[in-house]
């Protein structure tokens, strides 16, 4: 006899297989699992989101989908249990399920009826599934005895699993997602724009064995967003229409923005999310143009003081428009590092903003500029808690040394951020005693971090390392420990070494 709750684990795994074929026979842009799992992350509060992203960082995405699953899996099983002994219960339960998903799939830009008959076929399969696995004993079975039910079952098992996996690998295999992904990248691998890959400046990286490259990789570029399927957007086909508080309404093209010349910026951006002495920071070169000069053609009326911006999947970010018009480098980016942007950063354009947090200015996969105010609209992170602002605070790490070291000359290394207003000094103490101050690499502009090196007469023992640092405004970094939330964690990054 089979377990109920496996029966129902395993037409919930049907199920989900089956919704998988489905949506990619239909050509939809999401399944009905990845659907589900979006919905997840835009309603879960942002007190729950963030010790999450803190606990897995870029993991995050995996994780939702493959949370989603088991969930999926686990309510299967509970169905399954209520199969025999409570049928109407189990179909309500099914009825629900289907419910909840279709719901989560005409809640995204992308919902549409193909989705809903995913859900529907998914929801078929589930009780199909249940109903072959978990019939009712007939008289015949009883009469052929216990060896041949259990023969039947085990067959009958054996072959929704197989059914399961084709199900499953066809779904991937007929993905027109993964179709329209490999046209993309040789979309972008053919682009030619006006750039080039620029040489990192001279005196800027120290070299020193374990420090943070100061120039990050687009491989190494640290990634936080809500899509857990980066938007597919061929250039041609790209709009941002800017709208809202504006003398008149403007829409803007991919050739539009490289005709116009594209300027070249070097930017390290941070998340908020990062904590103190984290690695959700990365610097590199970007190439685009000035978001000052697109709403300057638009004409920004008297009052106006936040910049709506949309993603194309639904996402939205608040940035003050004071932050656009001062002078700073605030780009639409097309490319980083001189090449195109990569898909999961934003390809084909996105927004860069110097010296502020990236939720509220770093829109990946924009379309759409409303002008407005911050009395009047909220962007989707400032509605789970976090501040509606965000600029950057003033923050350093130490990357080297780590754990062990040996007694004499030690390098004591790492870097440190003001972005737009600049790192005057970088300090380093050992054991609480007097701060010391670090010698600083090259910078092309305030606008980036800069790598700091000390050289530490290190004696055996165990000793802790703290730094500190101070921007050109004359702030010196607080020692007061803060969470991330609202508006970006404080305190000293310190390490302990113990010196042999």
Same mark, same amino acid.
């Given at each position: ?73 686990? @309510?299967? #099983? ?5 199969? !025999?002994?409570? /049928? =109407?219960? $189990?179909? +309500?339960?099914?009825? *629900? ?89 040789? @979309?972008? #691998? ?5 750039? !080039?890959?620029? /040489? =990192?400046? $001279?005196? +800027?990286?120290?070299? *020193? ?292």
């Amino acid at each position: 006899m089979t377990s109920p709750r496996l029966a129902g684990a395993l037409a919930a795994a049907a199920a989900l297989a089956a919704s998988q074929l489905t949506a990619a026979v239909l050509g939809l842009r999401e399944s009905p699992v990845l659907a589900i799992a979006q919905t997840a992350i835009r309603l879960t509060p942002g007190g729950i989101a963030e010790p999450i992203i803190g606990a897995v960082g870029t993991a995050d995405k995996p994780l939702t989908i493959v949370s989603v699953v088991v969930v999926m899996v686990l @309510l299967g #099983a509970i169905v399954g249990t209520w199969w !025999r002994p409570h /049928p =109407t219960w $189990a179909v +309500a339960g099914v009825v *629900v399920l289907v419910g909840l998903a279709t719901a989560a799939v005409l809640s995204r830009p992308y919902g549409s009826v193909g989705g809903v008959v995913a859900c529907l076929v998914g929801g078929a399969v589930l009780v199909g599934v249940l109903a072959l696995v978990l019939p009712e004993s007939s008289h015949d079975d009883t009469e052929k005895g216990p060896a041949v039910t259990r023969r039947r079952m085990l067959t009958t098992v054996g072959a929704v699993v197989v059914a399961t996996a084709v199900a499953g690998t066809a779904g991937e295999l007929l993905a027109s997602r993964r179709r329209r992904r490999r046209d993309l990248d040789g @979309l972008r #691998a053919a682009l030619r724009l006006p750039t !080039r890959r620029r /040489p =990192t400046p $001279a005196g +800027a990286d120290l070299g *020193v064995d374990g420090q943070a490259p100061w120039r990050t990789s687009n491989r190494a570029f640290y990634r936080i967003d809500t899509a857990l399927s980066p938007p597919l957007i061929d250039p041609a086909g790209w709009r941002l229409r800017i709208h809202g508080m504006v003398e008149r309404e403007v829409t803007i093209t991919y050739q539009d923005l490289v005709d116009r010349g594209l300027n070249d910026a070097w930017v390290t951006l941070c998340c908020v999310s990062n904590p103190v002495g984290g690695d959700l920071i990365s610097n590199t070169v970007f190439s685009g143009v000035p978001m000052r000069d697109l709403l300057d053609e638009a004409g920004i009326r008297p009052g106006a003081d936040m910049l709506l911006s949309t993603s194309e999947d639904g996402w939205t970010c608040g940035t003050p428009l004071s932050s656009l018009t001062d002078g700073r480098d605030a780009m639409l980016a097309v490319a980083m590092d001189g090449v195109p942007l990569p898909v999961e950063h934003g390809f084909p354009v996105r927004q860069v903003v110097p010296g502020l947090y990236g939720y509220v200015s770093a829109t990946k996969w924009v379309t759409d500029w409303r002008v407005t105010r911050f009395d009047e609209a909220e962007a989707y992170w400032t509605q789970r808690g976090w501040a509606a602002r965000g600029p950057v605070k003033t923050h350093s790490r130490i990357d080297v040394p780590r754990g062990r070291a040996t007694a004499g000359a030690v390098p004591v290394a790492g870097v440190a951020w003001a972005q737009h207003t600049g790192i005057a000094k970088v300090e380093v103490r050992v054991d609480d005693g007097a701060w010391q101050e670090a010698e600083l690499g090259a910078v092309p502009s305030d606008d980036t971090w800069v790598q700091w090196r000390w050289e530490w007469d290190a004696r055996p023992g165990d000793h802790r390392l703290e730094v500190r640092a101070t921007d050109k405004s004359g702030y010196a970094q607080t020692s007061e420990r803060a969470d991330v939330l609202p508006d970006g964690a404080t305190g000293y990054h310190g390490v302990d070494i113990s010196i042999a």
